[in-house]
Nanobody, 125 residues
Framework: QVQLVESGGGLVQAGGSLRLSCAAS?????????MGWFRQAPGKEREFVAANMWSSGNVYYATSVKGRFTFSRDNANNTVYLQMNSLKPEDTAVYYC?????????????????WGQGTQVTVSS
């Protein structure tokens, strides 16, 4: 059974940084899974943040976070990270880690089979 557990969220002032982690278990070939980060603010739909395509070096970012957020993965430890710098109040949301074994559109939540429970990120102005 696949499980994803996020950590690293918290309260930070605007301009600050946070590093989110997502540890995966129950995946025998972690390197073959697409891993993504999404976020959902109150009253809004879940939106794409970043994704890594399979085990390649290709990483895609939402326009709103490009240049500020960095996705990385450690296949040896079945973990992915999201380094978030220059945080803004509009980055406030619950951040979710997701995994997919299917070659579907990376920016759609429906493309992902497995989800973590989410971690709250709050950026104060």
């Amino acid at each position: 059974q696949v499980q994803l557990v996020e950590s690293g969220g918290g309260l930070v002032q605007a301009g600050g940084s946070l590093r989110l982690s997502c540890a995966a278990s129950g995946i025998f070939t972690f390197s073959s899974y697409r891993m993504g980060w999404f976020r959902q603010a109150p009253g809004k739909e879940r939106e794409f943040v970043a994704a890594n395509m399979w085990s390649s070096g290709n990483v895609y970012y939402a326009t709103s976070v490009k240049g500020r957020f960095t996705f990385s993965r450690d296949n040896a430890n079945n973990t992915v990270y999201l380094q978030m710098n220059s945080l803004k109040p509009e980055d406030t949301a619950v951040y979710y880690c997701a995994a997919s074994s299917r070659p579907l559109l990376y920016y759609r939540p429906s493309s992902y089979e497995y989800w973590g429970q989410g971690t709250q990120v709050t950026v104060s102005s």
